[in-house]
């Protein structure tokens, strides 16, 4: 059964259901090239290449280690230092250049409608100020839809991408220039736009952005802008610096410097370099202090005062020095915010199912559609939205008494939202002097100016208005979050869990009776809740609302609500943003493997059909080897003849090439006989060698000699010559069939590529000294985009002439045993950020290699079941 885990459902019931599934497996269905139903969950793809955080210890880097000294040393890390910094400084700035032109877009457009609102209720013609509102929310949304068009990368908060980037999957386009570009004017005139989008997401993703792209001092989208700087040439350095602007996005955005570095660990990086600590909290503050220096400056005019930490604060919570029974939170309360956690768990699960059907509709009707529908829906998405804020406004809201605080403004409330530079956050649309429109007062502002309503009010705010403005706020939130605009989703799902809050706040102090109750308190556990149920963070999401709510003593209180939320969600569907990376088919590693995993060994899920080169390779073989495969990391073999004979004698005990189980046998070369008809699924060449004899459909019996069945495997899988010219022939005999292969060491194909852009070759009549050498600085000078196998001139080559592929190679990757428990591998390729792991036997001969995509949750399960059909 093909569900989201295994034989359960992965959504809700009343949003997922679980039906009947296929009986072949997810893996087999993939090797076939079929699709799946539209309730199946999405396999991840092939196509996504890893990154690689293990250092090549080849030549040209053990060269570099000779000449570096403690001066050397010393001065690489304090150019470290200064990146880091820099990259803090500068998504500081990006923050600071998205705020104030929202500000200024919002500013705008609610000064010209509100006015006409006004002068309208009397005239009656508030269908003018409907087009106004609508004329400007499509022409804001129209731009951001256009900019996503141009970088499609940049739809979306970029939350995903970024996490699958520290996972170790390079995402095509993810942290180019021109993807920040689009994503900071995007998605300033998506929010301006009135759309229920937040900045605070795209955030991370921009602050990634500058954090990939700063140190290397080059952009590809604008190929004038290259320096010389011969730092951080390595996917281990770049994805550092990738996570230390991850960090300050989110410092940026929260004004949360901890919760930003904790956020980048918990969410971010699936392994962790404990010198970066340091480095990520340093880059958090940093962008933070940027942040609040000039927005404190430009709004207030008191330059060094810093009193604006962040793009969202939720201000200071406390009681009404009149109310003397009032308390932020008590003991008893705890009960609720309990509660509270598994109503916002529930309401999470519901919002990512639903949101996760809008995204599969989306990806079989809109997206392989002209990219111009991609822009009209989006265009609908805003009409609706837009139409419902105001008819909302006009028609549904009550009118409520002001308090006396709302009148007069108490300092933290009145400084974030007098500061907002509209006539007022309190709308008093058809309402009589000393009320005010509260579904209004919720609709017409910019949504942080709602929060720190909902948090800080004084004034009641009606059940119904709070209850309709939920409803409507959860529908469009999840119907936005997905069209091809940039979009965050943290401040929508912020506002929706604070009207939750703030109404069940309500329901107790006004049905039950219990006023000791704060308001303010239960709208924020509330956001927590709700927010906790749909990303499924914990101990950053946790830092990151104490540090915006400057409260310590919200700690607890906040932990056990984001705790329940998170257990009462998982139990139905994944995080929203796991469930976009599933969507995209990215092979994401989990922090663990499965325990029932361990009954697979390596030697079950490694691939074990190798394109290999030998140490002394032709041109013409690496030519034909890199156009006709698709593989990123070739190993570097010798035969080994000695053990050839050994074997020959009846010594199986060296020869241990492939030593699987009858019908593990017979399953791996179906498989391959599977693969072969669907070059869509594995567009792999070495596929065509395949034989296509057609395969007993019995199995023979368990006692079959060891030596016909390695007999039988290598008809299916035959060994490349070192003379391409010489294909496999029906008439290759045993020994030259079945070749056993000394491992030597592992050569990247970016590697390979440089070395024949850059003639590294001798003749065949000269010895291997006279090859031309790389230093490093040559190796990595074309990084992170080597130049492709299809663009070599070849008539620039001589296909007789040599290369020896042995000072470039990395002479000691890790490795495992075939024997080795799949948790283990597991283990080792997460913790230790692998991109290939080669399975070496006791004699040191490779006999598979496992990636990325032999990791993956799908293709665990499917060799899972296949060994449960061989016991």
């Excluded at 720190?452 to 403005?469: E, K, R």
């Excluded at 609302?545 to 009462?568: D, H, Q, R």
């Excluded at 005990?653 to 391959?672: H, V």
Aim: proline share 5%.
């Amino acid at each position: 059964m093909a569900g989201c885990r295994g034989s359960l459902c992965c959504c809700c019931r009343w949003c997922c259901c679980c039906g009947e599934r296929e009986t072949r497996t997810p893996e087999e269905l993939t090797i076939l090239g079929e699709t799946q139903e539209e309730e199946d969950e999405i396999l991840p793809r092939k196509d996504y290449e890893s990154l690689d955080y293990d250092r090549c210890i080849n030549d040209p880097y053990l060269e570099v280690l000779e000449t570096m000294d403690n001066k050397k040393g010393r001065r690489y890390e304090a150019v470290k230092w200064m990146m880091v910094f820099a990259i803090g400084v500068c998504t500081g700035l990006v923050g600071l250049f998205v705020d104030f032109f929202v500000r200024l877009f919002t500013q705008l457009k609610f000064g010209v409608v509100q006015t006409s609102v006004e002068e309208c209720s009397q005239k009656g013609c508030l269908a003018l100020s409907l087009l106004e509102l609508l004329g400007f929310n499509l022409t804001f949304v129209f731009l951001a839809s256009i900019l996503v068009l141009i970088e499609p990368v940049a739809a979306g908060s970029g939350i995903p991408e970024i996490k699958c980037y520290l996972n170790g999957v390079k995402v095509p386009g993810i942290v180019r220039l021109r993807t920040l570009l689009c994503k900071v004017f995007g998605v300033l005139f998506s929010v301006a736009g009135g759309l229920f989008v937040g900045k605070e997401g795209p955030m991370i993703h921009s602050g990634a952005v500058v954090g990939a792209g700063l140190p290397q001092f080059q952009s590809m989208s604008l190929r004038k802008i290259q320096f010389n700087f011969p730092y951080f040439r390595s996917d281990r350095d770049k994805r550092d610096f990738v996570s230390a602007g991850a960090a300050a996005g989110v410092a940026a955005a929260f004004g949360a410097p901890v919760g930003g570095t904790l956020f980048s660990l918990e969410e971010g990086s699936s392994f962790w370099n404990q010198g970066l600590t340091w480095k990520v909290l340093f880059c958090s503050m940093s962008a933070t202090f940027t942040l609040n220096f000039f927005r404190s400056g430009i709004q207030f005019g008191s330059w060094g005062s810093f009193q604006l930490p962040g793009l969202l604060n939720f201000g200071e919570f406390k009681c009404s020095d009149s109310d003397k029974k009032c308390h932020l939170w008590t003991a008893m309360d705890l009960g609720f915010f309990v509660v509270m956690g598994v109503i916002g768990g529930l309401l999470g699960a519901t919002f990512n199912c639903l949101n996760k059907r809008l995204a599969k509709y989306r990806m079989r009707n809109v997206h392989p559609k002209p990219k111009l529908v991609r822009v009209l829906e989006s265009l609908l998405v805003s009409v609706v939205t837009t139409v419902v804020v105001f008819l909302a406004s006009m028609v549904l809201g009550e009118c409520r008494q002001m308090s006396a605080s709302s009148q007069i403004g108490n300092d933290s409330f009145q400084l974030q939202v007098t500061s907002e530079d509209v006539n007022s956050s309190i709308k008093t649309f058809f309402c009589p002097n000393e009320t005010y429109n509260d579904m209004a007062t919720l609709f017409f502002n910019p949504q942080e100016s709602a929060i720190l309503q909902l948090f800080h009010q004084d004034s009641t705010f009606s059940p119904v208005t709070l209850a309709l403005f939920f409803a409507l706020y959860f529908l469009l939130a999840c119907w936005t979050y997905g069209i091809s605009v940039p979009s965050g989703l943290f401040v929508p799902s912020l506002l929706c869990g604070a009207a939750f809050g703030r109404l069940v706040a309500n329901v107790l102090k006004s049905y039950i009776g219990l006023g000791h109750i704060y308001s303010g308190t239960f709208a924020l556990i509330g956001a927590a809740a709700f927010l906790g149920g749909v990303v499924r963070m914990t101990i950053s999401l946790t830092v990151i609302l104490i540090e915006s709510t400057n409260e310590i003593t919200y700690g607890l209180p906040i932990m056990v609500t984001l705790m329940v939320a998170k257990w009462t969600g998982d139990f139905f569907s994944k995080g929203i943003y796991d469930i976009h990376v599933g969507l995209r088919g990215v092979p994401l590693l989990e922090r663990e493997a499965a325990a029932e995993m361990d009954k697979l060994r390596a030697s079950d899920i490694m691939e074990p059909n190798l394109t290999y080169v030998y140490p002394h390779t032709r041109i013409q073989s690496l030519v034909s080897i890199l156009r006709t495969t698709v593989h990123h990391a070739f190993p570097v073999v010798t035969e080994n003849r000695g053990n050839e004979k050994e074997f020959m004698k009846g010594n199986q005990l060296i020869s241990n090439n492939i030593k699987f189980k009858t019908s593990s046998t017979l399953t791996r070369a179906g498989e391959q006989r599977r693969r072969s008809q669907s070059m869509k699924s594995y567009p792999s060449s070495e596929l065509r060698n395949v034989c296509d004899e057609h395969l007993p459909s019995e199995e023979p019996a368990q006692k079959e000699d060891l030596l016909q069945q390695m007999l039988e495997r290598s008809r299916y899988t035959p060994y490349p010559n070192l003379y391409p010219d010489q294909s496999p022939s029906e008439d290759w005999t045993m020994e030259e069939r079945f070749r056993p292969l000394t491992f030597h060491g592992l050569i990247l194909r970016a590697q390979l590529v440089t070395l024949l852009v850059r003639g590294v070759c001798y003749s065949e009549s000269q010895s291997s000294a006279s090859q031309p050498r790389l230093s490093y600085a040559e190796m990595a000078e074309d990084y992170p985009r080597y130049p492709d196998i299809h663009d070599l001139d070849l008539t620039l080559l001589n296909p007789r002439m040599i290369v020896d592929v042995t000072p470039y190679m990395n002479p000691s990757p890790f490795t495992v045993s075939p024997n080795t428990h799949v948790s283990q591998v597991f283990n080792l390729f997460r913790t230790m950020g692998l991109r290939h792991l080669p399975v070496v036997n006791a004699v040191g001969e490779i006999v598979g290699i496992i990636t990325r995509h032999n990791l993956t949750y799908e293709f665990l399960q499917a060799r899972l079941r296949q060994h449960y059909q061989t016991i």
